[in-house]
């Protein structure tokens, strides 16, 4: 019998013995996943900030906007129509107005890079500042686009694109007008 009682006392540390070693480990393990969770959840703040880094935000939109903007033409007459389809495309893309210009300067013809050169790095980053710039400089006025509006010819388009590019024509000339004659007033 004493020995019967000795061996489960034995037995008995035994158990205590492997529980304590169990509960031991259990602890290890819940440090160790705390401390793993902690370090997920400073990687994922890393990761949010990197994502909200102007590079990032116009990387992400750059590759989207690459292949949906369109260049710059040649003919300084057609920057009229190129503004107004690239407000439409960063409105419809929710293209952060901060970003906007920096989209844009990868498009422009080297003559307008080069001209752009100029500018000081607050008027590179804003749009309005870009185009108004390029328009004095192409000399595109009310005048220009009347002249241009008045030579039109049909060629070899259809009625329906000769139509639409007279319109724009038209009111690219009433555009400029209106501009001017704000300038005029807020001169005078």
Do not use: H
């Not at 992400?60 to 040649?74: A, I, N, Q, W």
């Not at 328009?135 to 241009?148: D, G, H, I, Q, V």
């Amino acid at each position: 019998m004493q020995q019967q009682t000795a061996e489960r006392q034995d037995e008995l540390e035994l158990r205590k013995a492997e529980v304590r070693l169990q509960e031991q480990q259990a602890n290890e393990d819940l440090v160790l996943r705390r401390a793993e969770a902690v370090q997920l959840r400073e990687r994922d703040n890393q990761l949010a900030e990197r994502e909200q880094s102007l590079i990032a935000q116009t990387k992400r939109f750059g590759d989207v906007m690459k292949y949906v903007l369109p260049r710059m033409p040649t003919d300084p007459g057609e920057l009229m129509n190129i503004w107004d389809t690239c407000e439409n495309l960063w409105n419809l893309y929710e293209v952060p107005d901060q970003l906007r210009a920096k989209l844009l300067l990868p498009l422009l013809t080297p003559k307008a890079k080069v001209l752009i050169s100029r500018l000081d790095t607050t008027a590179l980053a804003d749009v309005k500042q870009i185009k108004q710039f390029l328009l004095n400089e192409f000399c595109l006025t009310s005048r220009e686009y009347r002249a241009r509006f008045n030579a039109a010819g049909r060629g070899d388009e259809t009625y329906a694109l000769f139509t639409s590019r007279l319109k724009k024509s038209c009111g690219n000339f009433t555009c400029v007008a209106v501009n001017v004659k704000i300038l005029m007033n807020w001169q005078i």
